[in-house]
Every structure is written in structure tokens, then in C-alpha cells.
């Protein structure tokens, strides 16, 4: 495990988290993070070596029901919270015609 | 105004038996609860006239004759992560504040057709991050027995409205001890039910394999009352589970002789306050006199739980959360550039600092490159952390402990520290990641008058064991009759 995380690896995760932050907050976090990943590393004291992950603490799968038709939400209940919409549809900035993303 | 003493069972009594109205008791609960909010900051919102309205609704079918549900009339406060078709559901978050539920969660519509009245939605650590309530982008919640300190948290607000009396039960959510935590540091009941007992829908979702829905009362009696209401199957939730529901309020009256309770050394090593440790071992004592056969037993993996934890429960939290976007619902940066920015400045500027903190490290535990060394490694402990508890539950009915390494600590003390605050449920994690149950229980005070709480564990979907020897406990005890509020 890498024991620390500096201000670039910082601002790589806060990019693939899509979170906005300042440069105190990256410097900030930086040694917040380095100091949490550090004590994390004792996990490494344990040989996992053949033990399966648990993902979930009770043996549930395929939770299956019958596929009929029931009452949902109208068009106007999913917009209610909405920013910004129209109509039928959620309103966003222009995405295409740009370089970013 | 003196805080109420009355408990949920005792205000059903009375309103079904007509000694006193829902209104008059919902009406008493909010002049109460308005008139103590400026001091302990319990609640994020309330609204007195939905609340009188509902309790006429009452007073009017017990008038009528109909049938009256369990829980008819009593006031009862919510965790303001648990969505309701009324009011506001923040998650003590910037980025929520704008937001109306279209829906109730599965336990208020529970709730309601038990005949409670809803009264309010209590404050919480943003997104139910944090053993404080400090992290509620609100302010903090204070501990009523002393308003220098913290209530815990993240159910801070609600734990601290049933401390106060401003309410006979409320519930709260678990994920890495945020019911008995503050359970503790307030020192009344809490319950985090076993994975899969009570339906998540329409609880805000944080940790999804941790998260869990629990009753908060100053009586276990109350507290089986509560989880009779809410505990079951529901569709809605496919990680909720089909088995029966035993009424836990009629199964509180066992004997204790012959059960085996569990005592681990490794709850009781260094970082465990002296007071502290001497109240659990006095509370051992008591059930131990009361019949009950003390085993010890060995949990080698549980002090991994901490580093366990804060990898698989931020990975969680940073997919769960990713639907704070500034497009569904909620809040909007105002002039984005473009929609990346849209979604990176809605949510750095929406989101308070331990929850972007949470998000990062959960990010970087899924990064290509990082997986196998954090998350998976994390997920393969956690299996050995179940297996500890599976092998224990084999040779005892119910493990005690301490709930925390402190009684409750002063504002400001640990926030300039994410670690020192982690370290504070370092006795209640293992339990969400075994996904067994577990209870706080008041177990006495130290010498500043703070209380401490007992942790009882128990093996998945065996909520009655717990109950009962909790219940049993406090036959015995007087520590739950103990109410001070706010008195510095």
C-alpha cells in the first residue's frame, strides 16, 4: 500500500470524484488522507491469502419478484427537486460542441 | 417546564385508556421541544401544526371507537436522513436543503399507521458521517447533560431529544455505531438491528452493506415496542429480509439463568477509559448475579475494524453519494462553466468537509491501481472479522462491552483530528461489518455526571436476546431513571 497521498494524487481523486476543491483544501486533505492511509496499513499485518471477500453480511442473491405493472411516479413528480428542467426533461449546460470531459 | 418521565408505553396507556388527549401531549411536546431548541439544537425542523393536527386525528377515532394502533399518540422524532412527504430531509447537508421528499420512508409510513405522531426531524453529522454531530452543516447537537460537550452521533439530534425528554423515542440510523454512540454519550437505549431487519427505503443511503434503521428510547421496553412497528419485509428494499417478526415486547420477561454472555479482553485494552471500563465490568457483574454464566472469548480481528471500515464504508459512501449532482434534486452551483463543472462546483460547494473527505478516500480505495491493496484487502477482513463473531456466537448468546473508549467529549475537541474522531467507534464498527445486532444501554456515569453505555452484541436475527438481557439489566439498574438537562 502507499503510505502517503500528495497534492496532485489529491486533486486526481478529487477530479474522478467530481469535487470542486481549493488549494488549502488539497493541502488540507493531503495530509489528512496521508494520515488515515497510514493507519489503514496495518491491515497489512493480515495474511488474507485464500479468504474470500465479504461484500455484503448476509448471504442474500437474486432477489426476484413478479414483473408487473404497478403505479410509479409521473414525469412532474421526478422534475419536482429538479435544479432546472422543462416539461419532460432534466436541464443541463450544453454538453456537446465542447473539448472538456 | 420539567422534562417528561413519561415512556412510550406509558402514553400509549394513557391515550388509549382516555386518561390524557394526543393533542394535549403532542401540544406539551412542541411548546417543549421549541422552548429547549435554542439551548441543545436537537431538531432541524418541526412543524407544530401537522404535528396537533395528526393528534386530533387520534383523539378523534379513540372518540369514534376505532381501533387505536400501538404507538397512537406518541410523539416521535426522526433522523433527518429518513424521508418524509412533509417538511424538509437535509441530511444536516447544504446540498439537501432545498429538497421535498415526494415519498415516505419505509418506517414513517410504519410509524403513522401505528398511530405516532411524527414531530420532527433531528439533526444529524452531514450524510450521517460522523460520532459527533458536529459535522452537520447546521451546527452541532449539544449533550444535554452538559452543553459544553458533544451528544455523539451522527443520531446526536436524535439521542439528544430523548435524553431531554423532548420526545419518548426517536430513530436513528447505524453505519458504524451512530445510534449507540450517541445512545451512549446521552445515556439512553439505542438499538442497531441486525442487517436486513428493518427496511431501508427511504433512508438516504450512506454505507449500503452497513447501513441500518434503529429505535431510540430510555427504555428497552419501549425500545421492543418501537421495533415491533418497524422491523419486517419489504418489497421495496430486496436487502430487507422475509422472516417473521417475534413481538419483542412480549419476549422481555425471560430469566437470565443459563445464558452465556461473551467477554472479550480486546475491548477492554488500552485507549479504554478507567471509569468507563470499571461501569461495563460492574454492569457484567450485575447480569452475571442475575443468572447469567460469564464466558470469555477471543475476537482477534475486531481491532482491525477501524481501518476495515473507514475503507469499505467511504468506497460505499463515495457511489452512493455520486447522485449529488446539481441535476435530480437538491442544490445547484449557480453560474456553472459547463456541466462537469456543474457537478465538481455543485458538490464542492455542497458538501461539508468530512463528507468531501469520505468521498476521496472511498474514491481512491475503487482507483484503478489501488483496488486490490485497499478495497478488496478491506473486504477480505471484513470476512475475518465475521468469522470471529460467527465463531463466538457458536459458544455464547450475547457479547458485551463497552460502547465507547470516552464518555462524551468536549465541542472542538476532536474535529482538527479525522483519526482521534474515527478511534471513537472503535468498540461499535465490528458490528456493521459482521452485520450482527447490537444495544446500548445505560450502565452508569463518571465522575463528571456523564453517562456511559454497555454494548450488547448478538448474533444476526436474534434482536430478543439482546433485548431481554438488556431489559433485564434494567429491572435491576436505576441508571435509566437518571435525567439532568442541560444544567450548565
Redesign the interface.
Known sequence: ??AS?DES??RH?????????TDE?CSR?AT??S??LD??????E?D?AG????????A?AN?L?EDIVRPS?TPA?AL?????HDDKF?R????LD?E?? | MAATTDTVVELAEAVRSGARSAEEIARATVDRLEELQPRLHAFLSHDRERSLGRAREIDDDRRRGEALGPLAGVPVALKDNLCTNFGPTTCGSKILEPFRSRYNAHVVDRLESAGAIIVGKTNLDEFAMGSSTENSAFGPTLNPWDVSRVAGGSSGGSCAAVAAGLVSAALGSDTGGSIRLPASFCGVVGLKPTYGRVSRYGLVAFGSSLDQIGPIATTVADVALLLNTIAGHDPRDSTSIDRPVPDYAASLEESLKGKRIGISEEYFGPGLNAEVAAAVRAAIDVLAREGAEVVPIHLPHMKYGIACYYLIATAEASSNLARFDGVHYGRRTPRPADVIDLYASTRGEGFGAEVKRRIMLGTFALSSGYYDAYYLKASKVRTLIKKDFDEAFSRVDVIASPVAPTTAFRVGEKSEDPLAMYLSDIYTIAANLAGVCAISVPCGFDSLGLPIGLQLMAAPFVEEKLLTLAHQYQLSTHWHTRRQVARR
Request: proline fraction near 7%; charge should be positive; avoid cysteine.
Open positions: 500500500m502507499a497521498l494524487a489529491v481523486v478529487a477530479n474522478l470524484a467530481r469535487l470542486r476543491i483544501e486533505y489528512q488522507l494520515k488515515i493507519y489503514v496499513r496495518q491491515l497489512n493480515l488474507t479468504v474470500s471477500p465479504t461484500a455484503h453480511p448476509l442474500v432477489v419478484r411516479w413528480d419536482a427537486n429538479a435544479p432546472d432534466f443541463v449546460p450544453k454538453v465542447q472538456s470531459a
